[in-house]
């Protein structure tokens, strides 16, 4: 039985009952990243690291003593996340010699809850593109269709889960980092609640940096909704600096079956409009909910997509000047000084909020709270209990890694598109620092991965995974993502 074609939760079964070793398990999928350099997603593998610490949970569990959740199982954890003794680049030419001295926070937590790590997966430079490859690495494709994006900026960990190259990865969601190549890839991702997993030790910001972006989150990826629950046990909880005091206990799922949840349904919108595929999933999936007997609001909407966006690209381009060299952003300073006050051009958006005075950026932090209590609002009594929308506009797109940026576009029904309209649906759950995962749904005419977003309340965590799991076993997701 090749064990590295189950999910996370079988593969830890099978260590519990002694059908295989964490030895020979993390051997198997070592040796499936050599036998497969095509996928080209674990890019800075740990051999030596990963058989010593797949012998020491053997012996562990041989001396009784099976006391972590992931214990034995290995794990890739994108490049983004420093690993101490391990290289950690980013994908950045600047950081290819870059060997951290400390696990990021939520690394250490992996190897305390006995989590074998393979080694690291490919990201885009310093996470900025909806697309992975970089100089040093090259290319991560889509497993399904080579000439496809596997999306980014963790596109190297969603390939790898899809390829059987590891149940399990680590990455990070800033403006659907996760969330877009969990879809394109066919894989479940959670991008986790703001705030509940340490983000420190995260590139960008530069190594040694204590902060990150107000916006990053970390998360999962994996082959079914059970294993995001799982890693989420695992990666959630207060950072070293409050652990001293403070303890985190996410609720409960807020209902028990399928047909006891409220659930909005958000199809389409004049902002971004979906393709003829994707309208006619999630039609099925509303079709579906109600036929089992659920409470489907296909009409009230939380917020105006339109106006969210804004937001969310306004303080996320103001939270990214923190990177910049001094020289840089003076350079930018003075390029905002001398646009026009009536020049709309997106690069002009993208200065005016890189350079912002401060207290611009309180206006807009004061938006961003009254755009959360608007949420709540809608996820209040009465409401709903998670909002599924679209992942994306059309299922994974062409390769563009080779074409300069400003000449990127999608297509979404014949039509012409902005490149970075991927992942407008994706930001609608960032600047309201809710919890959102994709969930692998179908597959278009020509076989590729369709996914669903599934966005819940704020701290709803596992209502959102647990929504997911329901819908895999009603049939409207897929109970394990298949390639």
Same mark, same amino acid.
């Given at each position: 039985m090749d064990l590295t074609h189950h999910s996370a939760g079988e593969q830890l079964h099978a260590l519990e009952r002694g059908e295989v070793s964490s030895r020979e398990l993390t051997t198997a999928h070592l040796e499936r990243i050599d036998r497969h350099p095509e996928y080209n997603a674990v890019v800075t593998p740990d051999r030596e690291g990963a058989l010593a610490a797949a012998a020491a949970a053997d012996e562990r569990r041989a001396g009784g003593r099976a006391d972590g959740p992931l214990l034995g199982l290995p794990v890739v954890v994108k490049d983004s996340l420093e690993t101490e003794g391990l290289r950690t680049t980013c994908g950045a030419t600047d950081l290819a010699g870059h060997i951290p001295a400390q696990d990021?926070? /939520?690394?250490? %937590?992996l190897r305390a809850a006995g989590a074998v790590i393979l080694g690291k997966t490919n990201t885009p430079p310093m996470c900025q593109d909806l697309q992975t490859g970089n100089p040093l690495f090259g290319t991560t494709p889509n497993p399904h269709d080579p000439q496809r994006t596997a999306g980014g900026s963790s596109g190297g960990a969603a390939a790898a889960v899809a390829a059987r190259l590891s149940p399990l990865g680590i990455?990070?969601?800033l403006a659907g980092s996760l969330r877009l190549p969990g879809h394109y890839c066919g894989v479940y991702t959670l991008r986790t609640s703001h705030g509940i997993v340490p983000t420190r030790g995260h590139i960008p910001r530069p190594p040694g940096w204590l902060s990150s972006s107000d916006m990053l989150t970390l998360g999962p990826l994996a082959r079914s909704a059970a294993d995001l629950d799982l890693a989420l046990g695992v990666l959630a909880g207060p950072s070293p600096d409050d652990g001293a005091a403070w303890r985190l $206990? =996410?609720? /409960?799922?807020? %209902?028990?079956? =399928?047909? $006891?949840y %409220?659930? &909005?349904v958000w199809a389409d919108s004049s902002y971004c409009p979906v393709d003829s595929e994707t309208r006619a999933l999630l039609e099925d999936v509303c079709k579906s909910l109600r036929s089992i007997g659920a409470h489907v609001d296909e009409t009230a909407r939380p917020v105006d997509m339109a106006a969210s966006d804004r937001l969310f690209q306004t303080l996320m381009f103001a939270g990214s000047s923190? &990177?910049?060299s001094p020289e840089a952003f003076a350079g930018e300073a003075a390029a905002a000084r001398d646009l026009a006050a009536d020049d709309r051009r997106p690069n002009a958006a993208y200065l005016r909020a890189r350079t912002m005075p401060h207290r611009d950026w309180l206006l807009a932090n004061e938006e961003r709270q009254r755009l959360r209590r608007r949420w709540a609002a809608y996820f209040g009594d009465g409401g709903v209990d998670v909002l599924i929308t679209p992942a994306a506009p059309t299922a994974a797109v062409p390769n563009q890694t080779d074409v300069p940026v400003p000449e990127r576009y999608i297509t979404v029904d014949g039509e012409r598109r902005g490149y970075w309209d991927q992942t407008s649906w994706l930001n609608l759950a960032g600047p309201a620092s809710l919890p959102a995962a994709t969930v692998p749904a179908g597959r278009t005419a020509d076989g590729l991965p369709m996914g669903l977003q599934i966005i819940g309340p704020y701290l709803a965590d596992r209502t959102v995974t647990h929504v997911a799991s329901l819908l895999a076993e009603a049939g409207c997701? =897929?109970? $394990? /993502?298949?390639r």
């Open positions: 990021a926070d /939520a690394v250490a %937590r990455g990070s969601d $206990e =996410l609720p /409960a799922p807020r %209902r028990g079956r =399928l047909h $006891e %409220r659930i &909005g923190a &990177g910049a997701a =897929l109970p $394990e /993502a298949q």
